[in-house]
């Protein structure tokens, strides 16, 4: 497996760790906005075929970007050997990581189903998007290739989420919330699931295992949640949790049902 060093070495191309609001920062954040304006301006419509399109697309893209970060974090090289060390704490099945698989499952479901992933998709979807993207705290590291990962992983999350409003393919209306939350639950449940058959089979050692950071057998590192999770039992605090980002979730909601309110009032 030597053989693969080059690849690995050049694939782990290092770079000055990227200032928050930096050029590197900001440009993603410009490539963002300019990727959602085009996607708005030539795709309009809204139609079923479009929306199942862009979604496959934008999943494919960010799921290659995925493979690419999870080989990146699994092999290294020292003294030109090729060492193979896979990172728990990386597997994709955190908050931000289910956009990607649930983008999709939405262009290749239908039904139900498929206008459920995509209030998901535009809600919650959204703020974890949203979040990083505009304060990206320590999600930036020293690698070229993870930093662009990262960017467009969240960026396109965004992309997204505003597309499906614009469009109305995803309606401005308390119900999608509903609809959203749904999803939310499923994706919430299988976390919770593999924290502990993880944590109880021993596969991970001494290594953290924490999806969606709500596991009892680690410390919260999430920003607000890290503060609270330590002061109340746990149960009450996965509680706090669903609540916070469902609210989130909400106010994202609300605010796409404001601006639809003030176009309408505009075009009167």
Request: charged fraction near 10%; hydrophobic fraction near 55%.
């Amino acid at each position: 497996m030597d053989f693969l060093a080059p690849i690995i070495k050049f694939l782990d191309m290092q770079m000055e760790t990227p200032a928050l609001f930096g050029w590197f920062h900001l440009l993603f954040l410009g490539l963002t906005a300019v990727a959602t304006v085009l996607l708005c301006r030539f795709f309009k419509e809204g139609t079923e075929k479009q929306v199942r399109t862009i979604l496959l697309v934008t999943s494919l893209l960010v799921i290659a970007l995925e493979i690419y970060k999870q080989f990146n974090y699994s092999f290294s090289v020292d003294d030109g050997k090729v060492i193979f060390d896979y990172q728990w704490y990386a597997f994709p099945w955190q908050f931000c990581s289910t956009p990607m698989f649930l983008g999709l499952a939405a262009a290749l479901t239908k039904g139900k189903l498929h206008h459920a992933l995509c209030a998901y998709l535009a809600t919650f979807a959204m703020f974890a998007g949203a979040a990083v993207m505009l304060y990206p705290g320590d999600v930036f590291i020293g690698t070229i290739g993870i930093n662009i990962q990262t960017m467009i992983c969240h960026g396109s999350m965004v992309m997204l989420a505003i597309y499906l409003f614009y469009t109305q393919y995803v309606k401005s209306e308390h119900k999608t919330l509903l609809k959203a939350v749904s999803v939310f639950a499923v994706t919430l449940g299988i976390a919770l699931v593999l924290n502990e058959v993880m944590y109880y089979s021993g596969i991970i050692g001494d290594e953290t295992f924490n999806m969606f950071f709500i596991s009892s057998h680690f410390e919260p590192t999430l920003p607000v949640y890290s503060l609270v999770a330590p002061l109340v039992p746990y149960p009450i605090a996965l509680l706090i949790y669903i609540l916070g980002f469902s609210a989130a979730a909400y106010l994202l909601l609300l605010g796409s049902m404001g601006i639809r309110k003030l176009c309408k009032k505009k075009q009167a």
